[in-house]
């Protein structure tokens, strides 16, 4: 069976970001909550957002509640703060690994199919 993990890179201080809270949204017909986690120390969430028979193919949101993070580092150098929340949008399928890591700045963000 799949699974779906992330995690977070501060980039703007070569560090995981720990704290950030995490939302797991499936879609379809309707947007559908499926997960929440905040992360640890090292960035990570303690457990996959969706294993087993969990993991369904389709597409799916994350939202990592970013600009939190950055105030709470003293990083909020403009209000509203640039990037507030990230959202990325993605589609998987059900038997396979996906791993969607966020790279982020107070200023610019990246993404990628991680292993």
Known sequence: MGRLTTHILDTSHG???S????????????R???????TNADGRTEKPLLEGEA???????????????????GLALAEPAFLE???IRFSVKADE???VP???????YSTYRGS
């Open 15 to 17: 560090t995981p970001a």
């Open 19 to 30: 704290g950030v809270e995490i939302r797991l949204f499936a879609l379809g017909t309707e």
């Open 32 to 38: 559908k909550s499926v997960a929440y986690a905040k």
């Open 55 to 73: 993991m369904r193919t389709g597409q799916y949101e994350l939202e990592f509640d970013i600009g939190d993070y950055f105030r709470a580092k």
């Open 85 to 87: 929340t990230v959202v």
């Open 97 to 99: 690994h996906y791993h």
């Open 102 to 108: 966020l790279l982020a700045s107070p200023w610019a």
